[in-house]
């Protein structure tokens, strides 16, 4: 398996408080990306960082922020957390675009 | 930006049959096309892509289509085995905006 670590694993939080999920790699992959998988709609991109500092906002960016400023590390943080947000999340990296993408083992939040 | 559409949502087969999922995209400028299986409780593996300047590609038992002028492309699954039940994903890549787009998700069924 590529080096890929999300954490935490699972988390409950409630409403309203802001949540941070970090996605390490060892990989020195360029490309990251975070993606929510729900039921009924696969896998919706959220955020996705070609570089250092550089990122840009998926399909569902609404509500959630992110940062790199380490290669290794993306960061993603729900800045007030909703029920609407519950969801398992997956962190995604990739050497070079249009190459395999390696997941992380995903995060499953619960919004109470 | 890209919308990506998978059909059948759910796909039931026997042992032995061949299954075939299929997916539309909307960006003609999009050029890669992988095939990625979530086995429950796993996180999304890739099991086969193609390129846009290939028509078909094949590895043991799976098989993807392209057809670029209708902007669709399909997974084919022969021989199929209970161990091919999974949730199957297909994704589009697109160079320019170097994100991976994914598709609903097909769940797939295949009974011994």
């Known amino acids: 398996d590529a080096g890929i670590t999300q954490s935490p694993r699972h988390k409950v939080t409630e409403t309203g408080t802001p949540v941070t999920l970090r996605c390490h790699q060892t990989?020195?992959?360029?490309?990251m990306y975070w993606y929510r998988q729900d039921p009924g709609h696969g896998l919706r991109l959220i955020h996705y960082?070609?570089?250092?500092?550089?990122?840009d906002k998926g399909e569902v960016s609404d509500g959630y922020s992110v940062s790199r400023s380490k290669t290794e590390d993306f960061l993603l943080t729900l800045e007030s957390a909703t029920s609407s947000q519950t969801s398992v999340y997956f962190c995604?990296?990739?050497?070079?675009?249009?190459?395999?993408?390696?997941f992380g083992q995903g995060t499953r939040l619960t919004v109470v | 930006g890209e919308n990506v559409e998978q059909h059948p949502s759910t796909l039931s087969v026997q042992e032995g049959d061949s299954a075939v999922i299929k997916c539309t995209y909307s960006?003609?400028?999009?050029?890669?096309f992988p095939w990625y299986k979530q086995e429950l409780g796993k996180r999304p593996q890739l099991i086969i892509d193609?390129?846009?300047?290939?028509g078909e590609k094949k590895d043991q038992r799976i098989a993807v289509t392209l057809n670029k002028t209708a902007k669709h492309f399909s997974l084919h699954i022969t021989e199929t085995q209970p161990e091919d039940s999974a949730v199957y994903f297909c994704?589009?890549?697109?160079?320019?905006?170097?994100?991976?787009?994914f598709g609903t998700g097909t769940r797939l069924l295949v009974s011994p």
């Open positions: 960006d003609s400028a999009s050029n890669y």
């Open positions: 990989e020195n992959h360029r490309y």
């Open positions: 193609i390129r846009s300047n290939v």
């Open positions: 960082s070609y570089g250092v500092k550089d990122t």
């Open positions: 995604a990296i990739m050497e070079l675009f249009n190459t395999e993408a390696f």
């Open positions: 994704a589009v890549g697109n160079t320019g905006f170097q994100k991976l787009v």
